[in-house]
């Protein structure tokens, strides 16, 4: 088995599966890498493909035909529900072939259909289609199944991001978690700010300015020292008024983040009162 390090002199000959928002994202900055070349893209959507392909500069293609590709490494980015069925119709390639995902949450070895050289290329990052992302700034987390193999993964990653970590499942499982913390969730509870501004008649812009300070503030000082408001100061009258004027859909999540705030402050002996 040619390892990953015998590789390296020559650009890598990549193929991706996929052409949604993430691998709509690696496509562009994998064109401007220059340890690769991007030789097809795949999708269950030819029009996807051919698509991102003509932007790529390289062949689009079925999942079916990517072995006739000749890559060096196959990067699978589809959703999690998707991986199985793709991986089925992409078939064993042979180990000639490092194959990765870019998923969070799924173990490497769903990929072994496809090659034993597996691994993973997990971008830390929320992407949509047509939204920006500087992908120089996007911290990679990666893993392969072999050691030999660990050098190409790492020089892929590197080529598009200077921030490239070493992972393995369980610490991909509490950064997963940490990851919906911090996108997901935020962004649905910034759903509730656009609601309560709209029923005050502002835009929700004018939230921008704090929300941007909250964010530099806690990754300047930690969350601790920057948390502030009437949780951490048990203003139990403050936040019961608040509780009254909130939507009623509300009401059980405002408790449970004040809560949370108190007991980690200790700033109310009576929380049962909120």
Known sequence: MESGSDR??????????GAGNVASHLAAALTLSKVCKLVAIASRTPDHASELAAM???KPCLYSEIALARPDVVIV??????VADVVGQIGHIGESVLVLHTSGTLDKSCLEPISLRTGIFYPFQTFTKGFEVDMAEVPFFIETAFKEDYAEADTLARSISPYVYSSDEERRRHLHIAGVFTSNFVNV????VEEELGEAGY??????????????KAASIGTFAA???????????VMKSQLATLAPQYREVYKVLSELIMKKHNSADEQDKL
């Open 8 to 17: 390296l002199n020559a650009p890598l000959r990549v193929a991706l599966a």
């Open 56 to 58: 790529a500069g390289c």
């Open 77 to 82: 980015s589809v959703a999690d529900r998707a």
């Open 189 to 192: 509870l910034l759903g509730v």
């Open 203 to 216: 835009p929700a812009e004018v939230a921008v300015p704090l929300l941007r300070q909250t964010i530099e």
């Open 227 to 237: 948390q502030t408001g009437p949780a951490v100061r048990g203003d139990i009258a």
